[in-house]
């Protein structure tokens, strides 16, 4: 994709960390091979040594500038991880956190029935974690730079099986508000795709999601799914200087779905 010529260079001599890379499905995937069409210098973070042999090979083909291991549920780690992004990038111009976990048990049954220790682990990774990275990215952010977050339908709309993932992607969209508030002073932007279904590895805990993917074909104005291209392509425009007075907003990129009544 380094060469397509549907890609203009809009991120030319920009740099960019990409949080959530697990593997060629995911949609932090999609939003990095786009950005590197567009010219940007890529970081990435992994967790653990079995994620960096799964997503190194992609990686490498962006010439990915640094590869850092960071775990969003211990601080320590953070500050470790953005030290080395300090170091080997200098600064950034964006942020793309795709960030989100519920225990499979947390996402069957009833949502009353989610234990606490599954609720707080669910709103740590998944909505916590911006916060944190927002926060520990802000010095080294260069004027005009941009954050994303992704979420989903399910933040305002009661899903089949999504259960306390929808109460995490609803907080997430709050904190991109209040967010863009916090940083909008420092002329940062913070923004929130919103995507349809999709065939990634956090979706397949999802029961269901074939009927899922099935209905919203069936049902979106655009009569089909969308892909991680799509939402790379989103994100290329978030991320860029095309979107420098965008902020504090929810993207739908769902072929239309979410516009639909029945």
Do not use: C
């Not at 260079?9 to 890379?21: D, H, Q, Y």
């Not at 709050?174 to 916090?182: N, P």
């Amino acid at each position: 994709m380094a060469n397509d010529p549907a890609t203009p260079e809009l991120l030319a001599g920009k740099k960019g960390l990409i949080v959530g890379v697990a593997n060629e499905r995911s949609i932090a995937w999609g939003i990095a091979q786009r950005a590197h069409a567009a010219g940007a210098e890529l970081a990435y973070t992994y967790q653990g040594e079995a994620l960096l042999k799964r997503v190194q090979p992609l990686t490498d083909s962006t010439d990915a500038k640094a590869m850092v291991e960071m775990d969003v549920t211990n601080e320590a780690s953070v500050d470790a991880a953005f030290s080395e992004i300090a170091d080997k990038m200098g600064s950034l111009d964006f942020l793309v956190h795709s960030v989100a976990y519920a225990d499979r048990d947390a996402l069957k049954g009833r949502t009353v029935d989610t234990s606490r220790e599954g609720f707080l682990m669910t709103m740590e990774i998944s909505v916590y974690s911006l916060l944190l990275l927002a926060r520990k990215a802000e010095p080294l952010m260069n004027p005009g730079g941009s954050i994303i977050a992704m979420t989903y339908l399910g933040s305002v709309k009661s899903m089949p099986s999504y259960n306390v993932m929808g109460i995490a992607k609803a907080a997430l969209e709050s904190s991109v508000r209040y967010l863009a508030r916090d940083m909008g002073e420092k002329g940062i932007r913070v923004n929130a795709i919103s995507a349809g279904p999709i065939k990634t590895l956090a979706a397949s805990g999802v029961s269901g999601l074939r009927s899922m993917l099935a209905d919203n074909a069936e049902r979106a104005p655009l009569k089909r799914n969308v892909d991680i291209d799509d939402v790379g392509r989103t994100g290329l425009y978030l991320v860029s200087d095309l979107s420098t007075a965008v902020t504090g907003e929810v993207h739908y990129v769902d072929a239309g779905f979410a516009s639909t009544a029945f």
